[in-house]
């Protein structure tokens, strides 16, 4: 699964910065059915946690309801240099992660 994420190279000490993580994932839910009527298998991302500095920041527990390739955005405040790592499971059990380094400042 590919991903992307976005956070700010540089921040200064105690200030709020912005993460975005997109996804690129089918979110199948299970209720569609294939052209010769077979239901197509439930496939979606159930739990996305991310990291700053080894420290858990944020925790997504999803479920059907969320669209294909999912975008998520979420405030962290910044207290020391250190790695925005974020980490997800899907239905199938499998895992993906994608990483961003943030320098404090000041």
Known sequence: ??????VPGEAR?????????????PMETGFRYDSLGRRTPRNVIHTLVCRY?????????????IAANP????????????????????SEGLTGTVSARVTVTG
């Open 1 to 6: 699964m590919a991903a992307r994420i976005q």
């Open 13 to 25: 000490r105690g200030e709020i910065v912005d993460v975005r993580i997109a996804i690129q994932h």
């Open 53 to 65: 500095a080894g420290v858990e920041v944020f925790r997504a527990e999803m479920g059907a309801g």
């Open 71 to 90: 975008f998520l955005r979420f405030f962290v405040r910044t207290q020391e240099s250190g790695t925005i790592e974020c980490s997800w499971v899907d």
